[in-house]
């Protein structure tokens, strides 16, 4: 894992925290990209770049976990990547994601059933944690 924090931004007063469980990764394999966003429209983002914070976790069996701190009261969503390969992109095949990705409030992704800001994004107010299982395809 070659970097960890990209956004490191704080305003004062923030007393906001986001907890992320991964669960449901096939392997041990590279490490899990957590893509927070706080601006509709900013979903989907194949290529990570329009995030508000992003951060990479190691894996322990099967799951990895972070925490997203000294974040305002708001709506965000979560992104994340099983990066087995550690490129920090998502490995495609010919249209699907071969390596597991995940979304917050979503358990299946499909044709009919595509992620965006509204769908996925939840209020955070104080601590809260959510769990997201990984999807392979």
Same mark, same amino acid.
């Given at each position: 894992?070659?970097?960890?924090? *990209? %956004? +490191? $931004?704080?305003?004062?007063? %923030?007393?906001?925290?986001?907890?992320?469980?991964?669960?449901?990764?096939?392997?041990?394999?590279?490490?899990?990209? $957590?893509?927070? #966003?706080? +601006?509709?429209?900013?979903?989907? !983002?194949? /290529?990570? =770049?329009?995030?508000?914070?992003?951060?990479? &976790?190691?894996?322990?069996? /099967?799951?990895?976990?972070?925490?997203? =701190?000294?974040?305002? &009261?708001?709506? #965000?969503? *979560?992104?994340?990547? /099983? %990066?087995? !390969?550690?490129?920090?992109?998502?490995?495609?095949?010919?249209?699907?994601?071969?390596?597991?990705?995940? $979304?917050?409030? $979503?358990?299946?992704?499909?044709?009919?059933? =595509?992620?965006? #800001?509204?769908?996925?994004?939840? *209020? *955070?107010?104080?601590? =809260?944690?959510?769990?997201?299982?990984?999807?392979?395809?």
């Amino acid at each position: 894992m070659g970097w960890h924090v *990209v %956004d +490191t $931004f704080q305003i004062k007063g %923030d007393t906001c925290s986001l907890t992320v469980n991964v669960t449901g990764l096939r392997n041990n394999k590279g490490f899990v990209m $957590f893509a927070l #966003y706080n +601006t509709d429209g900013s979903l989907p !983002d194949e /290529h990570y =770049k329009n995030f508000y914070r992003l951060q990479s &976790a190691e894996i322990a069996n /099967h799951s990895s976990k972070f925490t997203f =701190k000294n974040l305002s &009261a708001g709506k #965000y969503a *979560v992104n994340v990547l /099983h %990066d087995e !390969d550690e490129n920090q992109k998502i490995k495609k095949g010919v249209i699907l994601p071969k390596e597991g990705i995940g $979304f917050s409030n $979503f358990e299946k992704i499909g044709p009919l059933n =595509k992620p965006n #800001y509204e769908k996925a994004s939840f *209020v *955070v107010e104080g601590q =809260k944690d959510i769990e997201i299982e990984i999807i392979y395809f």
